[in-house]
């Protein structure tokens, strides 16, 4: 975890996370499959999160699931699980695990900073806690978590300089 | 007469001094203080030029609506155009006059307006015809130079900012009608934008003494308990000096902050906020605007809209005059009339438009027991002076005109409530035969108005009006706000929009558009040449086309064509008034996306090495791509093209292609997909292996290439173009879903989830051995276009046998976290075996000695894969794919298409250049009169380190049995051609020795 910025009312961290993008149709297979790694049902509402200690499972639309690995695991363990599932026809499951950068930012004063770069509605009316949604920040495609307290916002790592500069830019004008 | 200081105005208590200059002299104002209010405290009340007649112009409002008092602050950029009756003053600034030469007083410019008659309405239309060749070398410089008022800004680098709003309820204007609003809203379940242009909430409370108290509170006390209220409150945020210029569908506003109020910009602090704001409901209560009336010369300084005067004297503290003379036709200028008298500064007349029995009886007791000379049934006809009002002339109730000395006259011809915002979001407005003016009717979005914007001018029904128009929100409070009020009883207005001249001379003039210098004569004069539509005129006479967009005028212009034409004003209609409200700077609009913000860049894994090493980038989409590496500060492009070129086809390169798309695409329909989506046929294809690939569009046309990975018939993984790749994607994702939703498939980008190298080089096979010691890179168990994945760390590599270059090669797929480690331990290993970095230019050059062809430069989206001689990418036996049916039109089909031909020069130290004609005629003419028959273009041309000549792909018609044909190819530069000779496009190793070695 590099903490990024730090005022009175804004937390600004980055961290690593290993991720498994899965497609399917769902499923009483494909739910077995997936809780026998993780421990974990995937959310069946659209947008839904569900977590554990160890993992955070995300369903981003009808057919596509996020799964964070909380605690880092050997990455051949990731091949593995990713492995065992494509074993199944009609499941895709994609390694994400270095492609994303992941930040988080948490503090009272998030959403007004987060505002200066995407118009998406963040009010918790709109927004619920331990929902998901995909929206242009900083102009660039990313997914945001709202874990309550604080938001997990994930992009493609070849924008990772351009989006932290955008997110100290944000702060300091 | 002079101004003097207001100190019962809660603007002067406590204030402080601010130094500034005006023209080069130094002037005091109090911090607070508009330019406007600042100069007038000083006495000064020529600030400007007019745009076209170059007439002396002063302050004629104290707000938004401005049209005249438009001044260049030299210590903001130089900036031109702003309005000084908003733009506040601070320590050290410095402001000029506009369009003047060579003093403000002693204008040379202002011969204009002795030109006057030739400059009437349509001037521009119907001048600068002839004769020929004029328009270049005389007329348009001369208008460019004359153009404008104010001079063009300083380059400077914005820091403006964009902010983002969702909310419940906007409420636009923080005046009384806005703040009941807010108060009614208090914690309730609506998140609530209160939006204000000034720095105080109140609006009238401030600008005037129109209400003596509120809820038996003074009004400075209702307002600080209130704005405490409203503060205290969770759900209502109040943005002040943020003025909202554009209401879009669908409710959407566009509102500019002005941040740096009272202070210089700086180069850290941004100095201007948009906000753009999403919401359900907005609430217009953003007031009135007051009009005024035409008369001869009613543009001098020292005339000024009387609630402006006003609001000087309550809201800035200072009195612009302490005996002006008053001109009205209704009842709204009785609160000024109080004011001046309980300040002992009594108007030196009172001049009504109505008679005495339309006036009420408050009123005329009150002038009769102050003592005014009042004038009723009467109309000021005109005024005097030279570069400042003089002296006004009256016409009584007789018709006598009677002079009167004086320096400053406020006017009142009526009040438009600000309709700008409410049409900007196509809400309808009608005409109020009682008000005279237009006020909205039908809203378009969920538009609420309340107060004088909505045309209610009378502050006794204002609960009522509030409590009824807002009941359909829960939670909402019940209002009840007692008014103690200093007012006449309603409006009571007169129609006037212009009075009768009794001058005729060159000098006299009766403005209708202050801005742009329109008169009323301009306006019959458009409508006796047939322009008798108003959106017509407007144009023909650039009536209120002003930054200012006629907001004190407009209506007037109305009334007085409504007159020539003899129609009501209802029938005339109004003009749009188009958004922004008021002048955005672009450096707002466009916020922080500029310079190193203007596009996001992408960069791939070992970025920091390519800058290490000294490469030199190109942009590729939003990717930044090695071009080339420069060997030393001294090498030039060509020179480091030329070296890395040679290099690798003596030892090795490598090349980061992390751009490339990647797409994994698994189902148990995969196989079925993926012929559908590419001309290839991938049935007989084997497990583990490649394959050179083309996707077309429904036209047949070449879309975009890549290499396709047969894991199983299950499972592919597919590389498309690095800028094609979003687009390869979404097209996949289309298809699946809407045209073949029977075949259960998914995919899945994974471009950033590997990092990609391509080496090539003879000594490409023994660099790998070394990197990956257990893998068997021989021919036998490695041969061409065939892949396979790798232990590596505690990750795995894919590795493809493949090459773009035609040398042997392979391309290694990691995951990026373990891309900077593989590549420099490649690095070490090729060390001595002559590896080197390149760069995509060479990449070009190699590709191009081969033969290969690269989407999108040597395809245009017009070009077949028969076109490109790709016949055999294509299945024949294939049932469907995607442009398959077009391949068998008539035009696709035609044998003299244009084809991709190789073109060499015959003298080989001759360039060819890409993008060049392709002639059969060795000399151009210098000036082509004829039309010249082209054969085709140049897409590709290099200059070949291994065949040292210039080579060049081209398209070219029928190009296949042209071979061996002398052609000319055009240049940039000059009529002369290159003679050339077409040939195979593959200039190198077309038996693939060199491939498969």
Redesign the interface.
């Known amino acids: 975890m590099k903490e990024i910025f730090s005022i009175r009312g804004l937390d600004i961290f980055q961290k690593n996370f290993q991720q498994v993008v899965l497609r399917s149709k769902g499923g009483d297979k494909f739910n077995e499959i997936v809780n026998k790694e993780t421990s974990l049902l995937p959310p069946s509402s659209n947008l839904a999160i569900t977590n554990n200690e160890n993992f955070l499972f995300a369903k981003q639309s009808f057919d596509q699931w996020n799964l964070f690995y909380l605690k880092e695991k050997k990455h051949e363990e990731v091949l593995k699980f990713i492995s065992t599932v494509n074993s199944d026809e009609e499941i895709l499951a994609s390694d994400y695990s270095y492609g994303q950068v992941y930040f988080e930012i948490s503090g009272e004063k998030r959403n007004y900073y987060l505002n200066k770069l995407t118009h998406f509605d963040l009010r918790e009316k709109k927004f619920p806690v331990f929902t998901m949604a995909q929206t242009l920040i900083a102009k660039i495609d990313c997914s945001v978590y709202n874990l309550k307290d604080k938001y997990l916002i994930t992009c493609n790592s070849s924008f990772e300089e351009y989006f932290r500069e955008r997110l100290l830019d944000s702060v300091n004008v | 007469m002079s101004a003097i200081n207001n100190t019962k105005s809660f603007h002067l208590i406590s204030s402080q001094k601010i130094s500034f200059t005006f023209d080069g002299k130094k002037y005091t104002g109090f911090k607070g203080d508009t330019v406007a209010s600042a100069l007038l405290r000083n006495n000064i009340k020529l600030i400007g030029r007019s745009f076209k007649y170059h007439r002396p112009r002063g302050i004629y409002t104290c707000g938004i609506e401005e049209p005249n008092a438009l001044i260049q602050i030299l210590s903001e950029h130089s900036e031109p155009n702003t309005r000084a009756t908003v733009k506040r003053i601070y320590e050290g600034m410095v402001i000029v006059s506009q369009n003047r030469w060579p003093s403000l007083k002693m204008d040379i410019g202002s011969i204009n307006n002795l030109l006057s008659p030739i400059f009437s309405a349509g001037f521009y239309y119907k001048t600068f015809m002839g004769p020929k060749g004029f328009w270049k070398k005389v007329y348009e410089p001369i208008i460019r130079r004359t153009a404008g008022l104010g001079k063009p800004p300083k380059d400077f680098r914005s820091?403006s900012?964009?902010?983002?709003?969702?909310v419940d309820i906007v409420i636009v204007g923080g005046g009384l009608n806005g703040l009941i609003a807010a108060k009614k809203l208090i914690n309730t379940d609506y998140?609530v934008l209160l939006i204000e242009q000034d720095s105080f909430l109140g609006g009238v409370l401030n600008n005037s003494k129109k209400i003596k108290d509120i809820d038996g509170q003074e009004n400075v006390e209702w307002l600080k308990n209130t704005e405490d209220l409203i503060r205290k409150s969770k759900n209502i945020k109040i943005l002040k000096d943020t003025l909202v210029t554009t209401y879009n569908f669908k409710d959407h506003l566009i509102a500019i902050e002005d941040k740096a109020v009272e202070s210089a910009p700086t180069s850290?602090?941004?100095e201007l906020a948009l906000h753009?704001i999403?919401t359900k409901h907005t609430i217009l209560a953003n007031g009135h605007i007051e009009r005024f009336i035409s008369f001869r010369n009613n543009d001098l300084p020292g005339v000024m809209l009387a609630s402006s005067f006003e609001k000087y004297i309550h809201r800035y503290g200072v009195v612009p005059d302490s005996n002006p003379i008053i001109f009205t036709n209704n009842s709204s200028t009785f609160s000024l009339l109080k004011s001046l008298v309980d300040l002992g500064c009594k108007p030196l007349a009172y001049i009504d438009y109505r008679n005495n029995s339309s006036i009420e009886k408050n009123i005329l007791d009150f002038l009769k027991n102050n003592n005014i000379q009042t004038y009723t049934s009467s109309e000021i006809e005109g005024c005097d002076g030279t570069n400042i009002l003089k002296e006004v002339s009256i016409r009584d109730d007789k018709k006598n005109i009677i002079k009167i000395k004086t320096s400053m006259l406020c006017v009142s011809g009526g009040i438009n409530p600000d309709v700008h915002l409410f049409t900007q979001s196509k809400g309808l407005i009608k005409w109020d035969s009682k008000y005279l003016t237009f006020k909205p009717d039908k809203p378009f979005q969920n538009t609420i108005t309340l107060g004088s914007a909505s045309g209610n001018f009378n502050y006794q029904s204002l609960n009522e009006e509030v409590n009824d128009k807002l009941s359909f929100l829960k939670g909402a409070k019940e209002i009840k706000i007692k008014l103690n009020l200093n007012t006449a009883d309603d409006l009571n207005i007169r129609e006037i929009w212009e009075t009768k001249h009794e001058k005729e001379t060159l000098w006299s003039k009766s403005f209708i558009d202050l801005q742009n210098d329109v008169t009323t004569k301009d306006l019959s004069q458009a409508v006796s040449e047939g322009f008798d539509r108003i959106e017509h005129l407007k144009r023909f006479t650039t009536n209120s086309m002003g930054t200012d967009q006629g907001k004190i005028s407009s209506i007037n212009s109305l009334g007085i064509v409504s007159k020539i034409l003899n129609k009501n004003i209802s029938d005339v209609g109004t003009t749009i008034y188009r958004p922004p409200y008021s002048p955005l700077s672009f450096s707002a609009i466009a916020g922080?996306?500029t310079y190193?913000?203007y596009?996001?860049?992408?960069?791939?894994?070992i970025h920091s090495w390519h800058i290490k090493n000294n490469a030199v980038f190109e942009d590729v989409g939003q990717?930044k791509r090695p071009w080339y590496f420069k060997l030393n500060q001294s090498e030039t492009m060509h020179q480091a093209v030329q070296r890395e070129s040679r290099q690798l086809r003596e030892t090795a390169g490598i090349l980061d292609g992390s751009t490339l798309g990647k797409i994994?695409?698994?189902?148990?329909d995969a196989l079925e997909f993926m012929n559908l989506m590419y001309t290839n046929a991938f049935t007989k294809m084997k497990p583990m292996t490649s394959r050179y690939v083309l996707m077309l569009g429904e036209d047949g046309m070449v879309k975009d290439d890549g290499i396709v990975s047969k894991i199983n018939d299950?499972?592919f993984i597919a590389t498309t173009t690095t800028g094609g790749a979003p687009k390869v994607l979404g097209d996949m994702e289309e298809y699946a879903q809407t045209e073949w939703p029977h075949l259960?498939v998914?995919?899945?980008s994974?471009?950033?989830?590997?990092s990609t190298f391509n080496i090539s080089g003879p000594k490409s096979r023994a660099i790998m051995r070394k990197v990956f010691s257990e893998v068997d890179f021989s021919n036998e168990k490695f041969p061409f276009m065939t892949f396979n994945t790798f232990?590596y760390l505690?990750?795995?590599v894919r590795i493809m046998r493949a090459s773009f270059t035609g040398e042997l090669g392979y391309e290694i797929y990691v995951?990026?976290?373990?891309a900077l480690e593989l590549w420099e331990k490649i690095f070490r290993n090729g060390k001595n075996l002559g590896l080197i970095p390149y760069g995509t230019e060479t990449m070009h050059l190699l590709r191009a000695e081969k033969g290969y062809v690269v989407v999108g430069q040597d395809t245009d989206g017009t070009v077949t894969p028969v076109d490109l001689n790709l016949n055999w990418m294509i299945g024949k036996k294939k049932k469907d794919f995607i442009g398959k049916r077009s391949l068998s039109r008539s035009d696709t089909s035609k044998k003299n298409r244009k084809q991709l031909v190789g073109i060499i020069p015959i003298d080989k130290n001759k360039n060819i250049e890409e993008g060049q004609h392709i002639v059969e005629i060795k000399s151009l003419p210098s000036n082509i009169k004829e039309p010249i028959e082209y054969l085709g273009h140049i897409t590709s041309s290099y200059h070949s380190p291994a065949l040292k000549h210039c080579i060049a792909m081209a398209l070219v018609k029928g190009g296949n049995q042209l071979m061996g044909k002398k052609i000319f190819v055009s240049k940039s530069n000059s009529s002369e051609t290159v003679e050339s000779e077409i040939v195979n496009p593959v200039f190198l190793d077309p038996n693939n020795r060199r491939l498969l070695s």
């Open positions: 820091k900012v964009h902010h983002y709003h969702n998140d850290y602090k941004s753009k999403r922080r996306n190193e913000f596009d996001p860049k992408r960069k791939t894994a990717w994994e695409v698994k189902g148990k299950q499972h259960k998914y995919m899945n994974i471009t950033e989830q590997f232990n505690d990750t795995k995951p990026p976290k373990y």
